[in-house]
């Protein structure tokens, strides 16, 4: 079904994150989940005033 392979994607996304996040860690790298964070929300920004300057 749907609802299966979208928990099994959410639940390998999860496991990709985790080990990103140890890897990172293991380097003394920042949180990579920091770093999604705040490159999602630059990017969410960004298309946000794109779509102003369009309208």
Do not use: C, M, W
Not at 18 to 39: A, E, F, M, Y
């Amino acid at each position: 079904t749907v609802v299966a392979s979208l928990r099994d994607a959410s639940s390998s996304v999860e496991t990709y994150a985790h080990q990103l996040r140890t890897k990172i860690k293991r380097n003394g790298g920042p949180d990579v989940i920091d770093v999604v964070r705040s490159t999602g929300f630059r990017l969410a920004r960004e298309s946000h005033d794109s779509s102003l300057a369009v309208s």
